[in-house]
């Protein structure tokens, strides 16, 4: 079964600091979404990372893709108060299914 | 073009009450998806379409979850006889195609409180 596990599950930084979210996967897959949710709001697509070494970068967000370790990394440059929100990694299990993580609930306080 | 669109937002039922969720997925989208997202979680899959079949319901957590696609388009989600267990916000998601490569897109959701 796969699992999708993220970390940390509650974040909270200052504006202008760095930070990265992690998010581990049990089985093989190649492909990994990123989504944004703000509260009350749907999913929000961030990046699609489709390849072993992929790096994706928008804006003070890049995220990166090691499918040989099965983990993902959403990292944060620069924080402001815009990017809180919460964090959702998903893999894709077979035609299109996706298994998300529990969420990174971001909270970046100025 | 117009998003995944998603009726009614916001749903309260009594508990025994059957509902009726409904999707309408982007125009010309082949593949529809169902999740299930409890408070604080990450959506969990429950039944994908493609066009008018449905290929995977594995993840309706019981009998009483009932979903449909009749002409390929416009899909609806129904839960009989709901429990408290049931509340969530339930999403819908569209793309293009039935190949991987075809990215989801989701709908504003159905916040759905069982009392």
């Known amino acids: 079964e796969l699992k999708v596990e993220q970390n940390p599950l509650f974040l909270s930084m200052q504006e202008g600091k760095n930070y990265t979210i992690y998010c581990n996967y049990s089985?093989?897959?190649?492909?990994l979404y990123w989504y944004r949710q703000d509260p009350g709001k749907s999913l929000e697509s961030l990046f699609v990372?489709?390849?072993?070494?992929a790096v994706k970068q928008e804006g003070r967000l890049m995220a990166s893709l090691d499918t040989k370790a099965r983990l993902s990394t959403l990292h944060i440059t620069a924080a402001v108060h815009d990017l809180s929100a919460t964090y959702f990694c998903?893999?894709?299990?077979?035609?299109?299914?996706?298994?998300f993580g529990q969420g990174t609930r971001l909270t970046i306080n100025p | 073009g117009a998003g995944v669109s998603q009726s009614p937002r916001y749903k309260v039922a009594k508990r025994g009450q059957d509902v009726a969720l409904r999707c309408d997925p982007i125009?010309?989208?082949?593949?529809l998806f169902w999740y299930q997202q409890a408070l604080g979680q990450g959506p969990e899959f429950l039944t994908y379409?493609?066009?008018?079949?449905?290929?995977?319901k594995s993840g309706l957590p019981s009998d009483r979850f009932f979903a449909e696609r009749p002409e390929g388009s416009v899909s609806t989600l129904k839960i009989q006889r709901t429990q408290q267990e049931d509340s969530a916000v339930y999403l819908c998601?569209?793309?293009?195609?039935?190949?991987?490569?075809?990215?989801?897109?989701f709908g504003p959701g159905t916040r759905l409180t069982v009392t």
């Open positions: 089985t093989t897959s190649d492909r």
């Open positions: 990372l489709l390849s072993n070494g």
């Open positions: 998903a893999v894709e299990r077979g035609a299109q299914k996706l298994v």
């Open positions: 998601a569209s793309s293009l195609g039935y190949v991987s490569s075809y990215e989801q897109y």
């Open positions: 125009s010309g989208h082949v593949s």
């Open positions: 379409f493609q066009n008018e079949a449905q290929l995977d």
